[in-house]
Nanobody, 123 residues
Framework: QPQLVESGGGRVQPGGSLRLSCAAS????????IGWFRQAPGGAREKISC????????LYEDSVKGRFTISRDNAVKMAYLQMNNLNPVDTAVYYC????????????????WGQGTLVNVSS
């Protein structure tokens, strides 16, 4: 059964850093583009970063560009989101998602979703 499991969330102070992990199983990970999404309390789920199947192309939304870094390690079926200089507005549940790669760096169409991990940026 295809599955993604996020981990690494928690409470962090403004200006701090956190690394989220996304562990894949049950599908051919290297054939899938990966995206990170987040959903703030009361808000909609938004795409914040994507990485292509090989890791050769990435995309960042303006809200996180220069602060967050997406990466993947196909050998261990893991994707990551390094988050630096965190701000309270980054507080959200963070999700990873996967879809069969098309050459575009973002997952499109039907996706495999993780359960989410909560990031709470507060003093």
């Amino acid at each position: 059964q295809p599955q993604l499991v996020e981990s690494g969330g928690g409470r962090v102070q403004p200006g701090g850093s956190l690394r989220l992990s996304c562990a894949a199983s049950g599908f051919i990970f290297e054939n899938y583009a990966i995206g990170w999404f987040r959903q703030a309390p009361g808000g909609a789920r938004e795409k914040i970063s994507c990485i292509s199947t090989s890791g050769g192309a990435t995309l960042y939304e303006d809200s996180v560009k220069g602060r967050f870094t997406i990466s993947r390690d196909n050998a261990v079926k893991m994707a990551y989101l390094q988050m630096n200089n965190l701000n309270p507005v980054d507080t959200a549940v963070y999700y990873c998602a996967a879809a069969v790669g098309t050459g575009y760096e973002c997952p499109v169409g039907e996706k495999i979703w993780g359960q989410g991990t909560l990031v709470n940026v507060s003093s």
